[in-house]
C-alpha cells in the first residue's frame, strides 16, 4: 500500500530565509505526486503536481519541488519565505482509482 | 476554474440528529467525488469515493451506515452524517475530480460540523 511520510511536524522559517519541507512517499509504480496548501479552517490549495517528464517542478506562490526517485522523495522548496506563507502543507500521492493518501502535514510558521 | 463548493460551511446541532452536507463542482462535471475527513492538527482521511449514478465506495473502518453519500448528478454530492454525536465532529472536506480526468481533484473549503 502507498504511504508518504512527511518527517517534520513543525518547522519555524524566519520572513525571508529559505524553506525546504521534505516529503518521502511509498508506492510501488510510477507515482503522481502533489503538494497542498492549507490555511487555517481553509480547504486545501495545489500548490504543485508532478506526474512525469522534468522533475524539478514549478508551482503557484513561488514554490517549486523536485521529484528524486532514488530517494523517494519530492521535497518543496521556496527561495525566500513570507508572512502569509504560514499555514499546513501536506503531500500527496494519487494511488489506484484517483485515490489521494495524504502525509501528516508540515506546519509553518514564519517569523517577523 | 474549477471551483468546488460545500454548504455548509460550519454546523452546529445536538446529539441524534442527522446532518447533510452538500459538495458541488461550480465550472466542470465531477463523475468522482471524494469525502475526507479531518480532525484537528491532523491529516485528511478518505472516507469515501462518491461516483455518479452507482453507490459510493466507503474505506475501511468507516461506517456506510452512519456517513450516508449520494452523488445524484454530476455535480453535486451528499453526505449525511445520520444520528450524530460529539464524536463526529470533525472538518469535512470534498474534493471533485473532473469527468475525463484520473488525475487531479479539486478541493471545497470544508465543513465544520460541531455535534453537542
Known amino acids: 500500500a502507498q504511504s508518504v511520510t512527511q518527517p517534520d511536524i513543525h518547522i519555524t522559517v524566519s520572513e525571508g530565509a529559505s524553506l525546504e519541507l521534505r516529503c518521502n512517499y511509498s508506492y510501488g509504480a510510477t507515482p503522481y505526486l502533489f503538494w497542498y496548501v492549507q490555511s487555517p479552517g481553509q480547504g486545501l490549495q495545489l500548490l504543485l503536481k508532478y506526474f512525469s517528464g522534468d522533475t524539478l517542478v514549478q508551482g503557484i506562490k513561488g514554490f517549486e519541488a523536485e521529484f528524486k526517485r532514488s530517494q523517494s522523495s519530492f521535497n518543496l522548496r521556496k527561495p525566500s519565505v513570507h508572512w502569509s506563507d504560514a499555514a499546513e502543507y501536506f503531500c500527496a500521492v494519487k494511488a489506484a482509482g484517483n485515490k489521494l493518501t495524504f502525509g501528516g502535514g508540515t506546519r509553518v510558521l514564519v517569523k517577523p | 476554474g474549477a471551483v468546488v463548493s460545500q454548504h455548509p460551511s460550519w454546523v452546529i446541532c445536538k446529539s441524534g440528529t442527522s446532518v447533510k452536507i452538500e459538495c458541488r463542482s461550480l465550472?466542470?462535471?465531477?463523475?468522482?467525488m471524494f469525502w475526507y475527513r479531518q480532525f484537528p492538527k491532523q491529516s485528511l482521511m478518505l472516507m469515501a469515493t462518491s461516483n455518479e449514478g452507482s453507490k459510493a465506495t466507503y474505506e475501511q473502518g468507516v461506517e456506510k451506515d452512519k456517513f450516508l453519500i449520494n452523488h445524484a448528478s454530476l455535480t453535486l454530492s451528499t453526505l449525511t452524517v445520520t444520528s450524530a454525536h460529539p464524536e463526529d465532529s470533525s472538518f469535512y472536506i470534498c474534493?471533485?475530480?473532473?469527468?475525463?480526468?484520473?488525475?487531479?481533484?479539486?478541493f471545497g473549503p470544508g465543513t465544520r460540523l460541531t455535534v453537542l
Open positions: 465550472d466542470f462535471q465531477a463523475t468522482t
Open positions: 474534493s471533485a475530480a473532473p469527468s475525463g480526468s484520473y488525475n487531479e481533484q479539486f
